[in-house]
């Protein structure tokens, strides 16, 4: 069973970056795609974006382009969420996911493993 960890969130002021991680402590991750998603208060998951088992492609959420780039260090069973330009409507509770596919995806339902998020909060 794979089970993916998430960190580095916190309270951060509007405009800085943040780097969130994700660590899988067992099974073969660099098998399996990876995906970010962030869920607001009352809502249910949104996509952000994906990167295939390889980290040689991703896949985002038109809306999240630009500010929102993801990469992986398979050595590492490690994936990561770099976020610049903090927005206050930015904050939410972000999430990571490992799909059953070798490709990037950001549809939800090819997602099997979720983690339990890490909050971001930013400030004004």
């Known amino acids: 069973q794979v089970q993916p960890v998430e960190s580095g969130g916190g309270l951060v002021q509007a405009g800085d970056s943040l780097r969130l991680s994700c660590t899988v402590s067992?099974?073969?991750?660099?098998?399996?795609?990876m995906g970010w998603f962030r869920r607001f208060p009352g809502r249910e998951p949104e996509p952000i974006g994906g990167?295939?088992?390889?980290?040689?492609?991703?896949l985002y959420w038109d809306s999240e382009k630009g500010r929102f780039a993801i990469s992986r260090d398979n050595a590492k069973n490690t994936g990561y969420l770099q976020v610049s330009s903090l927005k206050p409507w930015d904050t939410a509770v972000y999430l990571c996911?490992?799909?059953?596919?070798?490709?990037?995806?950001?549809?939800?339902?090819?997602?099997?493993?979720w983690g339990q998020g890490t909050q971001v909060t930013v400030s004004s």
């Open positions: 996911a490992i799909s059953h596919r070798t490709y990037a995806t950001i549809s939800t339902s090819d997602f099997d493993s």
């Open positions: 067992s099974g073969t991750f660099s098998s399996y795609a």
């Open positions: 990167i295939s088992s390889s980290g040689d492609s991703t």
